[in-house]
């Protein structure tokens, strides 16, 4: 199947007309027009907000439309099946059809609104509906994006791509050339539509860690570089909350943010985590486990005092080395969030100014062993190379 994108964006284009946001105000009138999606020149999907069904009639599984086509409706989205066996999944707007698909068999294309729900992709992967040889396109793009080149920096992560209206994607083969050559502002969706047409995408980096102050989002751009992953392993390093309101609807805010089929893991043994088998891991955070680590060692200045304290603080240092030592080694692909604490005024008490230099030493210590390293401020993600 032949499959034009004669427009990529949302239901009012991008940019929205009229609307004053930043991320409209980057982008020149027309940059993506509405969502239009036509296969072999005889098909026209159906329109996002309802796919396309007459008001209060309900979808119908195994619609057949002339010339051998087949339009299935699932949760899942839009199956369009062609005479040539060519899958195609449209997945925009909310899940209807039926609960679930029946056959399990792998799309060639995906066409899916990806900015706002990720986790949609890696709950395909680990059904077996998307495998390496799918392309995965972003349509239905509008404002929701802040700009071209942090689309291309997010779907990167998720193993898609945005590409300019007027593309031609063949289920048979790598996406075509654009057709139209509209003209770009920005050189994001041109360089995922390099990625759409298989070319190698770079290699992911096994260790990440993301640095951050207090509410920078350091935790945000970790769950969203993992989200439309099959398989994650969540290993929550703080307290439980106790009877505490605030730390309990803190810890409820990052429950409900991360992606269903996530698995959660508490505890402080990260050395066990880092060396066991290869997996996907977000570890939240270093911070918290060095905090533990201090009570579990009786490291803190009013805990012990003279030799005692000193070895103390020596157990401390075994561990950070411990903690090195495995993510130097792990197999897994991990992503780690820590606090950046040396930004702020020097703490006014000896507790807080002997955990700040040994989390500082440890960030240290663990962004030397990583291939990402990056600093989130505000929401805004500031890659830290070599």
Not at 71 to 83: A, K, M, N, Q
Request: aromatic share 4%; net charge negative; proline share 9%.
């Amino acid at each position: 199947m032949l499959i034009l994108l004669e427009g990529t964006g949302g239901p009012e284009g991008w940019p929205v007309p009229g609307c004053p946001c930043a991320s409209c105000g980057r982008l020149a009138p027309g940059h993506r027009r509405p969502a239009s999606v036509l296969i072999d020149g005889r098909v026209r999907l159906p329109a996002p907000a309802a796919y396309g069904e007459v008001p209060g009639r309900p979808p119908r599984p195994g619609e057949h439309v002339p010339g051998g086509y087949a339009i299935r409706r699932t949760s899942d989205g839009c199956e369009v099946t062609g005479p040539d066996g060519g899958r195609l999944l449209y997945a925009v707007g909310p899940a209807a059809g039926c609960p679930e698909p029946d056959d399990g068999t792998p799309f060639d294309v995906v066409l899916m609104d990806l900015p706002g729900r990720p986790e949609r992709l890696g709950a395909l992967r680990r059904r077996g509906r998307i495998t390496s040889t799918t392309r995965i396109i972003a349509v239905h793009l509008d404002h929701g994006a802040l700009s071209e080149a942090e689309l291309a920096r997010r779907l990167g992560f998720w193993g898609a791509a945005a590409v300019p209206d007027g593309t031609v994607v063949d289920t048979a083969g790598p996406a075509a050339a654009d057709t139209e050559g509209p003209g770009r502002e920005e050189t994001g969706s041109r360089a995922a539509g390099t990625h759409a047409a298989g070319t190698e995408a770079a290699p992911r980096p096994r260790r990440t860690l993301l640095l951050g102050g207090s509410r920078s989002g350091k935790s945000e751009e970790a769950e969203l570089r993992l989200a439309a992953e099959p398989e994650v392993t969540y290993v929550a390093t703080g307290p439980s909350g106790g009877d505490d309101p605030a730390w309990l609807a803190r810890v409820r805010a990052h429950r409900e943010r991360r992606p269903a089929h996530w698995r959660t893991v508490e505890t402080t043994d990260l050395e066990a985590v880092l060396s066991g088998d290869p997996g996907t891991f977000l570890i939240d955070g270093i911070g918290t486990w060095l905090a533990a680590v201090f009570d579990e060692c009786a490291a803190w200045p009013d805990g012990a005092r003279g030799d005692d304290h000193r070895a103390a603080l020596g157990l401390v240092a075994q561990r950070c080395d411990a903690l090195v030592a495995a993510w130097r080694g792990t197999r897994a692909r991990v992503v780690a969030v820590s606090d950046e604490v040396g930004l702020g005024v020097i703490p006014a008490t000896p507790a807080g100014r002997l955990f700040r230099d040994a989390l500082g030493r440890l960030n240290q210590a663990l962004a030397r062993e990583s291939e990402d390293v990056a600093l989130v401020v505000a929401g805004r993600v500031v890659p830290l190379p070599l």
